[in-house]
C-alpha cells in the first residue's frame, strides 16, 4: 500500500468488491485523485481539535484527508453498504483514526452528535443546496465549512445582490453564513466522469439578520420575490401580501423601493421586509 488515500485502481477495486455501480440518483460521483482531497482537506484547515462533519463520503476519499491531517469526522451516508463498509476501510488504511459513521438521509437528520465545528464535503449534485441549508440550520455548531458542488451552483451560492447568478440559494444561504468561491475542480478527477466542472465553496458562520419573523417566514418571502423575479416587488408579491398595494405599503415601510426587483435586495433586506408586512393592518 504506496499510502492511506484513495487512487483511481483502488477506488474502483472497492467498487467492484461491492458490486456497486455509481448511482446518478444518488449523485455518485467518486472523487479518485488523493492530490484534490488533499487540498480539499488542507483548505478546510482540517487537524486536531476539528471535528467535520461529511455528507455522503461514499468509498472514504476525502474522509482518508480529513483523518490524515488528524480531523476527527462525523461521516453521514445513506447508501448502507457504502456505510458498513467506510469504517473497515478507514481501519485499514488509518488504523486509530478518529470517525464516526452515521447511516442516515442527511435531509432527514435532526441532529449530529460530537458538535462538529466544520462542514466538509463533496455534496451530491441533485441535493447540494437544500442538503447544505437543511444542515447549516440543524446543526448550528458548525462554523465554517468547504464544499464541493457543480460548478453553477458554486456561481449561484457565492453570487451577490443585482448579479445575474443571484437568487434564491444566494439569499438563503447568507442567513447562515458569509460564503466565497474557494477554486475550481475538474471533472477529470471523479469516476464516473460528470458533464460539469465542480466548484468550492467557503462559508463562514454569521449571526442571521436580526428581525421578529421567523426564518421560515424570511425564506418564503425570498421564494415569493424569486418566483417572478422579472416582476417588480410590488406585482410579485401581491400574492403573498393580499394585493398590489399592501405590497406597496409594506415595501415602503421597510424603505424599500416597490419598482425594484427581488434580485436586488439582501438577506437583511427580507428580514425587514418581513417585519413590515408582520406590521401591516389586518385587512
Not at 436586488?264 to 427580507?270: E, G, K, N, P
Amino acid at each position: 500500500m504506496s499510502g492511506p488515500l484513495l487512487g483511481a485502481g483502488e477506488i474502483r477495486a472497492l467498487a467492484r468488491e461491492l458490486g456497486l455501480r455509481p448511482s446518478k440518483r444518488l449523485g455518485q460521483n467518486f472523487v479518485i485523485d488523493p492530490n484534490t482531497v488533499t487540498r480539499i482537506a488542507r483548505l478546510a484547515e482540517a487537524g486536531e481539535g476539528m471535528t467535520a462533519l461529511e455528507v455522503g463520503p461514499g468509498l472514504g476519499s476525502l474522509t482518508l484527508a480529513l483523518l490524515q491531517q488528524g480531523a476527527r469526522v462525523v461521516a453521514i451516508e445513506v447508501d448502507p453498504v457504502l456505510a458498513q463498509r467506510l469504517a473497515t476501510t478507514v481501519a485499514e488504511r488509518l488504523p486509530g483514526a478518529d470517525l464516526e459513521v452515521i447511516e442516515a438521509d442527511a435531509m432527514r437528520i435532526g441532529e449530529v452528535p460530537g458538535d462538529p465545528s466544520a462542514l466538509v464535503a463533496n455534496l451530491p449534485y441533485n441535493v447540494a443546496v437544500p442538503v447544505l441549508l437543511h444542515l447549516l440550520a440543524v446543526v448550528p455548531s458548525i462554523q465554517t465549512g468547504l464544499v464541493m458542488v457543480q460548478k453553477e451552483v458554486a456561481e449561484r451560492l457565492v453570487a451577490l445582490p443585482g448579479g445575474k447568478a443571484y437568487g434564491v440559494p444566494s439569499a438563503k444561504v447568507r442567513w447562515f453564513a458569509e460564503v466565497s468561491y474557494a477554486g475550481d475542480v475538474s471533472p477529470r478527477v471523479f469516476w464516473p466522469e460528470p458533464n460539469v466542472d465542480s466548484g468550492l465553496v467557503r462559508l463562514a458562520r454569521t449571526t442571521p439578520p436580526a428581525c421578529r419573523a421567523p426564518r421560515s417566514e424570511v425564506f418564503g418571502l425570498v421564494d415569493a420575490a424569486f418566483a417572478q423575479r422579472r416582476k417588480s416587488l410590488r406585482s410579485a408579491l401581491a400574492g403573498w401580501c393580499g394585493s398590489p398595494d399592501r405590497a406597496e405599503q409594506a415595501l415602503r415601510a421597510a424603505g424599500i423601493d416597490p419598482a425594484l426587483r427581488g434580485e436586488v435586495l439582501t438577506i437583511a433586506d427580507f428580514a425587514r421586509l418581513s417585519d413590515a408586512i408582520r406590521g401591516l393592518a389586518p385587512r
